[in-house]
């Protein structure tokens, strides 16, 4: 099929590369010329394990545009732009209405799917459907008359397992009013619904997967499907983190008690890591949005709202943590190991590290931070901030009165942790994501503190 895809960010470009390596002819539309530039040269604009590799081999059914040329024969259109927070937390929906624009006064045929795959406010399928009708006629002249129908694919992939979740995806989920448009969506998709593909190497079929659920509902639920499984994650980890407060009251293992509950498959071992919380571009944002849209129907969501407030106060016991072992924080030298959102991505949207380094820079301390993959990123992106980059974990190191457990890194894990020590002014741990060895850590004569249970 013909596709394309206006946006190259990690759910744009995942998408458009997993659908050419598919064999469908797929081209990729961005407005920023230099991400069209590095793409074409067989570089990406974003870390994501194998995505070079993926495209290299989708190559031949790929091409990157920086105009809306390739949307005149179409079959498909996925909108895969930013929709980033306003200032008042809403989304901020500039990007979505130019891209629907572009399709209207661009497309020719008779019948074109135009695809939401950015997370959009509820209702906002309507809305998309609308402005490219709009631009159509404006452009053309004539009525859309069922030129266009619009749906709602979501996205469940995890940045920096971006490829695996699209190709081995626990299921599809496509809405749309429209039959037509579910049918063309449904043959899109289906040598991945099938698993009929030939797994690239580095990217090999997870043992057991067979055929892929597929979810092919209305617009709305689509939209709401999308919102309820993010808010649904981001409540689980902060209701791990909540029973950690009370784990390190009574003196109980949290990692030992997420593995006691998690074993239940009615709830399930994954996403209850506990530690400093969620980060990204995801979790904070749709939950806020989630918020926001039942408040527009007078309706109020305490689960979800809890959720978010108990993130907040994560971060917040990284401070009083350390201040709790320093009793002091001014004029002391912090070291934060990693700074993105989570490991295997160099994203920093949203990422704990960010908010860390501001409260302890207020509260008078120098802060030191690494990563291996998002420094570069983190210079240019928050210049201002004051913290002191590092080119190594040892580096942290020096001098510091603690370390800080940010992005659990497996780098990370597998310090020569005795050195570690050595170069510090003392040897304070604080684990922020409960990964580090403590039996380890405390034989090499680290004061190994938690940040829960
Ligand atoms: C999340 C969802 O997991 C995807 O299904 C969804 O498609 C995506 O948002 C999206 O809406 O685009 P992502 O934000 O890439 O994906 O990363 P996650 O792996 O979900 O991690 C989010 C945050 O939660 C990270 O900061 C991570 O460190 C934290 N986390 C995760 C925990 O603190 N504990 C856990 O057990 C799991």
Known sequence: MRVSIIGTGYVGLTTGVCLGFLGHKVTCIDSDEGKIALLRAGKTPIYEP????????????LSFCGDYSAIRDAEVAFIAVGTPPSTDGSPDLRYLSEAARGIGQHYVGDFLVV?????????????????????????????????????????????????????????????????????VLYSLYRPILDQT???????????????????????????????????????KISYINEIGQLAEKVGADISQVAKGIGLDARIGTRFLQAGIGWGGSCFGKDTAALVATAREYNLSMPIVEAAREINRRQRDRVVEKLLGELKILKGRTIGLLGL????NTDDLREAPAIDIARKLIERGCKVKAHDP?????????????????????????????????????????????EVMASRMRSPIVLDGRNALDRARLERFGFRYLAIAG
Not at 157 to 162: F, M, P, S
Not at 340 to 343: D, H, I, Q
């Open 197 to 235: 593909f030939t797994a690239p190497t580095y990217l090999p079929r997870p043992e057991g997967v067979g055929a892929v659920p597929l979810i092919s509902t209305d617009l709305a639920s689509a939209e709401l499907i999308k919102y309820a499984a993010n808010a649904f994650l981001a409540t």
């Open 115 to 183: 695809v939401n795959k950015s997370t959009v406010p509820i209702g906002s399928g309507n809305w998309v459907g609308s402005l490219v009708r709009d631009a159509y006629e404006q452009h053309h002249g004539r009525k859309a008359n069922g030129n266009f129908s619009v749906a709602s694919n979501p996205e469940f992939l995890r940045e920096g397992t971006a490829l695996h979740d699209s190709l081995y995806p626990d299921r599809v989920v496509i809405g749309s009013d429209n039959n037509r448009a579910l049918q």
């Open 50 to 61: 194998f995505l070079t590799e993926l495209i290299a081999e989708a190559r031949p059914n």
């Open 373 to 417: 993959v998002a420094l570069d990123r983190f210079e240019r992106e928050y210049p201002g901030l004051g913290v002191v980059c590092c080119d190594s974990p040892e580096e942290v190191a020096d001098e510091a009165d603690a370390l800080a457990l940010i992005t659990e890194w497996q780098d990370y894990r597998e310090l020569d942790w």
């Open 340 to 343: 993105a959102f989570k490991p």
